[in-house]
Nanobody, 124 residues
Framework: QVQLVESGGGLVQAGGSLTLSCEAS????????MGWFRQALGKERQFVAA???????TYADSVKGRFTISRDTARNTVYLHMNSLKPEDTGVYYC??????????????????WGQGTQVTVSS
């Protein structure tokens, strides 16, 4: 059974930093695209960042220069390093994996596996 488990969320002041982790189990995703999405209360889930099987990254414009996605294939883990956090970054952050491709996408519907989410709250 495939599982993606996020961790690292919490409460942080504006300008602070957090690092989220997403550990996969049940199969390896070392050659698959993986992504991070977030969902604020009452809003649709939105793309944050993604990383291809080869390590190429893509980011939403709202987080470029502040967030970095990385992966440790040996640990089957993807990270989201978040700096200069803003109140508008608040939301539940979800890790996702594409099951059959290493091509990144910003469309949630193209991801096959999802974690349960971790809450990030940025206070002003």
């Amino acid at each position: 059974q495939v599982q993606l488990v996020e961790s690292g969320g919490g409460l942080v002041q504006a300008g602070g930093s957090l690092t989220l982790s997403c550990e996969a189990s049940g199969r390896t995703f070392s050659t698959n695209a993986m992504g991070w999405f977030r969902q604020a209360l009452g809003k649709e889930r939105q793309f944050v960042a993604a990383i291809s099987g080869g390590g190429a990254n893509t980011y939403a414009d709202s987080v470029k220069g502040r967030f970095t996605i990385s992966r440790d294939t040996a640990r089957n883990t993807v990270y989201l390093h978040m700096n200069s956090l803003k109140p508008e970054d608040t939301g539940v952050y979800y890790c996702a994996a594409r099951g059959r491709t290493n091509v990144v996408s910003s469309w949630p519907s193209l991801y096959d596996f999802w974690g349960q989410g971790t809450q990030v709250t940025v206070s002003s």
